[in-house]
Nanobody
Framework: EVQLVESGGGSVEAGGSLRLSCAAS????????MSWLRQAPGKKVEWVAG???????YYADSVKGRFTISRDNDKNTLYLQLNNLKTEETATYFCTKVADGVAVYTIPPRHDWGQGTQVTVSS
């Protein structure tokens, strides 16, 4: 029943920008803390950013000042604006719902992630 469908990935040159979207359904999106994760080939999963239901934003140090997480509760949609992209940020990007009462940087179980969208950054 829970569905998380990412879109907006693609190929961009270093220094470029992309805007990712995640369409959510099957749970009370407007009351749920949401995060973006990413995984590059051969690397561990990394928490990127999170946003509380009321809009409070949290970021990994590596993306602070370049990425912006936002949400539209009327549209049940989560967004991630990626600016000034670096080649090392080539990865699959996942949106995820997160349980109450855990740290903002928690990586939840895989079943709470979407299918992912690929971001490729070239030099």
């Amino acid at each position: 029943e829970v569905q998380l469908v990412e879109s907006g990935g693609g190929s961009v040159e270093a220094g470029g920008s992309l805007r990712l979207s995640c369409a959510a359904s099957g749970f009370p999106f407007s009351k749920t803390y949401m995060s973006w994760l990413r995984q590059a080939p051969g690397k561990k999963v990394e928490w990127v950013a999170g946003i509380k239901a009321v809009g409070t934003q949290y970021y990994a140090d590596s993306v602070k000042g370049r990425f912006t997480i936002s949400r539209d509760n009327d549209k049940n949609t989560l967004y991630l604006q990626l600016n000034n992209l670096k080649t090392e940020e080539t990865a699959t990007y996942f949106c995820t719902k997160v349980a109450d009462g855990v740290a903002v940087y928690t990586i939840p179980p895989r079943h709470d992630w979407g299918q992912g969208t690929q971001v490729t950054v070239s030099s």
